[in-house]
T-cell receptor, first 109, second 116 residues
Framework: GNSVTQMEGPVTLSEEAFLTINCTYTATGYPSLFWYVQYPGEGLQLLLKATKADDKGSNKGFEATYRKETTSFHLEKGSVQVSDSAVYFCALVNNDMRFGAGTRLTVKP | EAGVVQSPRYKIIEKKQPVAFWCNPISGHNTLYWYLQNLGQGPELLIRYENEEAVDDSQLPKDRFSAERLKGVDSTLKIQPAELGDSAVYLC??????????????FGPGTRLTVL
């Protein structure tokens, strides 16, 4: 079946540090891949997506590349800010939508 | 444009009591989803509607959970009777009609249910 495994948190970084949150998936066929972000007290928001192998999704300084050979979609940002503190969910769509467990990121000034 | 609206935001009840959650999707969005999110986990689909038809309710525990989407707009999710293990966040999302491929889902803030 379809599933998503993402890096366990919580992750705590200092401002301007480099961020990587790992995500790997299991699916038949060619799923679309997503990163959602959930800020405190708010609903999930789509951060970025990639619909085919080697696509790179990017938004707000975040990037993730769809790697079919490693079945991965790692989230990266070169310089995090305090305002990036949130929970990040990796997800895939392959007939239905599956989410990872989420990774809580805290960025300290 | 208003986002997905859910109410209540928080609900505390005693076990064996009934509870209902309400969702108003984004105007024009034909597809509506209810998800369950347990603490420290990602959302899990309970039911998906295309207009007023439930097209995927395979994960809905039908012995105690029910949902409806009369007129294909607002939706209500009900639990009767609630159990301790139902304590979680219930998320509603909506998207344009998913006739092919994927349409971005927009999520509401959720209803946090605590069953005592």
């Amino acid at each position: 079946g379809n599933s998503v495994t993402q890096m366990e948190g919580p992750v705590t970084l200092s401002e301007e540090a480099f961020l990587t949150i790992n995500c790997t998936y299991t699916a038949t066929g060619y799923p679309s891949l997503f990163w959602y972000v959930q800020y405190p007290g708010e609903g999930l928001q789509l951060l970025l997506k990639a619909t085919k192998a080697d696509d790179k999704g990017s938004n707000k300084g975040f990037e993730a590349t769809y790697r079919k050979e490693t079945t991965s979609f790692h989230l990266e940002k070169g310089s995090v800010q305090v305002s990036d503190s949130a929970v990040y969910f990796c997800a895939l769509v392959n007939n239905d939508m599956r989410f990872g467990a989420g990774t809580r990121l805290t960025v300290k000034p | 444009e208003a986002g997905v609206v859910q109410s209540p935001r928080y609900k505390i009840i005693e076990k064996k009591q009934p509870v209902a959650f309400w969702c108003n999707p984004i105007s024009g969005h034909n597809t509506l989803y209810w998800y369950l999110q347990n603490l420290g986990q990602g959302p899990e689909l309970l039911i998906r509607y295309e207009n007023e038809e439930a097209v995927d309710d395979s994960q809905l525990p039908k012995d105690r959970f029910s949902a409806e989407r009369l007129k294909g707009v607002d939706s209500t999710l009900k639990i009767q009777p609630a159990e301790l293990g139902d304590s979680a966040v219930y998320l509603c999302a909506s998207s344009l009609e998913a006739t092919s491929g994927y349409n971005e889902q927009f999520f509401g803030p959720g209803t946090r249910l605590t069953v005592l």
